[in-house]
């Protein structure tokens, strides 16, 4: 399974951007993607995830109502949707995947995107 990251970029504070990670080779329904993200001296962090087979979605408190996980199915991509960013979202973004539900450890992992948020 691969997957890949995209739509980072510069933001100011407040402003939105919707990721995207493409997956592929993946095979079945019972399959979990997850976002994390990891700032500089930061330990990396668990942000959103979707259980693909039953959408069901999971956040961080602290990104709980600002940012939305969902899924395409026809393009195999799931996206983070992040609203009312905050300076302190700045962070490379990860998306990862596993099979089955939402939960430690993730065995797929693609490459980062920078997320920066400007105040």
């Known amino acids: 399974v691969q997957l890949q990251a995209s739509g980072g970029g510069l933001v100011q504070a407040g402003g939105s951007l919707r990721l995207s990670c493409a997956t592929s080779g993946r095979t079945g329904s019972r399959y979990s993607v997850g976002w994390f993200r990891q700032a500089p001296g930061k330990e990396r962090e668990f942000v959103a995830g979707?259980?693909?087979?039953?959408?069901?979605?999971y956040y961080a408190e602290s990104v709980r109502g600002r940012f939305i996980i969902s899924r395409d199915n026809a393009k195999n991509t799931v996206y983070l949707q992040m609203n009312s960013l905050k300076p302190e979202d700045t962070a490379v973004y990860l998306c990862?995947?596993?099979?089955?539900?939402?939960?430690?450890?993730?065995?797929?992992w693609g490459q980062g995107t920078q997320v920066t948020v400007s105040s």
């Open positions: 979707i259980n693909w087979s039953t959408d069901s979605t």
């Open positions: 990862a995947g596993r099979y089955g539900g939402v939960g430690m450890p993730f065995d797929h």
